[in-house]
Nanobody, 122 residues
Framework: QDQLVESGGGLVQAGSSLRLSCTAS????????MGWFRQALGKEREFVAV????????MYADFVKGRFTVSRDNAKNTVYLQMNSLKPEDTAVYYC???????????????WGQGTQVTVSS
């Protein structure tokens, strides 16, 4: 059964860093584009970043450019989101998801993790 499990969330102060991990099982991870999304309370889910299967191509939402970095280790079936210079407005549940397209549209992602909470205090 396909499964994605995120970890690494927590409560941090503004300006801090966190690294989220997402480990896949039950599917051919190295063939998937892997994306990160987030959803704040009362808001719609929004795109954060996506990385191509081999890791050579990435795309970011404007609001995280220069602060967040997406990477992957196919040998470990894991994708990462390094988040630096965190701001209170980054507070959200962060989800990883997989697709066969290079896209930021969440409707094109067909399998999702359960999410991990990131809370940034001011």
């Amino acid at each position: 059964q396909d499964q994605l499990v995120e970890s690494g969330g927590g409560l941090v102060q503004a300006g801090s860093s966190l690294r989220l991990s997402c480990t896949a099982s039950g599917r051919t991870f190295s063939s998937d584009y892997m994306g990160w999304f987030r959803q704040a309370l009362g808001k719609e889910r929004e795109f954060v970043a996506v990385i191509s299967p081999a890791g050579g191509r990435t795309m970011y939402a404007d609001f995280v450019k220069g602060r967040f970095t997406v990477s992957r280790d196919n040998a470990k079936n894991t994708v990462y989101l390094q988040m630096n210079s965190l701001k209170p407005e980054d507070t959200a549940v962060y989800y990883c998801a997989g697709t066969r397209l290079f896209t930021g549209n969440h409707r094109n992602y067909n399998f999702w993790g359960q999410g991990t909470q990131v809370t940034v205090s001011s």
